[in-house]
């Protein structure tokens, strides 16, 4: 059995034990969590969420990328969240490589150069404050007032506010 028919048969047991009842669709707690998509970082969890709670948007380093912008709009204009909160981590990848080298490699395994940006950073916890910048530049973000930064601590499962 592959990994993903494991995991689509886990579906069975979450099914068996779903909670009935109406979840909001707003998210509970007005929330909208930013968060890189590295497996050790499971934000439901670090942050204590349940079902309904909040939004949760990731991708590769919790980049507030062009596509992450427009979810965090989407969740505060029509979703009624309110704050945001940006969880990067320590070892992440993103520090490993430059955006220049990859997308050479990328060009001379497939002779196409990349258009995106892969947002590499060299260190997490001032690609935090660039994050939160990016978000408050927004035009489109209406609740600027409530973002908060935090790097989460792959060693010991702390989240560390970045100021």
């Known amino acids: 059995m592959t990994a993903s028919e494991k995991l689509v048969a886990n579906n069975g047991d979450y099914v068996a034990n779903f909670a009935k009842g109406d979840l909001p669709m707003p998210p509970g707690q007005k929330v909208a969590v930013l968060a890189c ?17 909040a939004h949760v948007i990731r991708n590769a380093g919790g980049v507030a990328s062009e596509d992450a912008i427009r979810s965090l709009v989407i969740s505060q204009r029509l979703l009624g969240t309110e704050e945001i909160i940006i969880i990067h981590h320590t070892d992440c ?26 947002e590499a950073f060299p260190d997490a916890e001032a690609d935090v404050v660039q994050t939160i910048a990016r978000i408050k530049a927004s035009p489109f973000i209406p609740h600027k007032d409530d973002i908060r930064g935090f790097v989460y601590e792959v060693e010991t499962g702390k989240l560390r506010e970045v100021s």
């Open 37 to 53: 998509m590295d497996a050790r970082l499971d934000p439901a969890r670090v942050l204590g969420l349940e079902e309904g709670d």
């Open 93 to 118: 990848g993103m520090v490993t490589f430059t955006d220049g080298a990859v997308k050479d490699a990328i060009q001379q395994d497939t002779g196409i150069r990349p258009s995106f940006a892969l």
